[in-house]
């Protein structure tokens, strides 16, 4: 982890070392756990070509959007396992456009347009309860 995470995890935790020492260990098994350097595109091309959730540009204050279209998804086609992963790709091509410009936030956009029930999933609230823990 560069100097700038470690700050940005001491300023999280108040420069309680104990606390952000924790949340780093933390940080690192998450990491582990979803083999998060290792995650081949090609291993979720069905879902990247979908464009459930795209990159999309800059906002203006240089935060690097990601835009989130339920639209797109067809519940029963992809693995939690699969959305997950999905999701933790685009957020770190997200995080690494965003921070080489400079900024240190990200932009979500939920774009719910011409969603419908169809779109609707228990397998992406479990994804989403999942991923919001990750985050």
Known sequence: MAPDGII???VARD???EKALEMFKKWVNWRLEFNVDSIDPNSIKHLLTKETIILHGYD???RFCVVVRPRFHTPGKQTLEDLIRY???ILE????RTEARGSKQLSIIYDR??????NQDIQVMKFTLKFVSLL
């Open 113 to 118: 347009t011409n969603m419908t029930r169809h």
């Open 60 to 62: 203006l204050q240089n």
């Open 87 to 89: 999701g933790i790709y």
């Open 93 to 96: 091509q997200a995080t690494a």
């Open 15 to 17: 420069f309680n070392v």
């Open 8 to 10: 940005r995890l001491l």
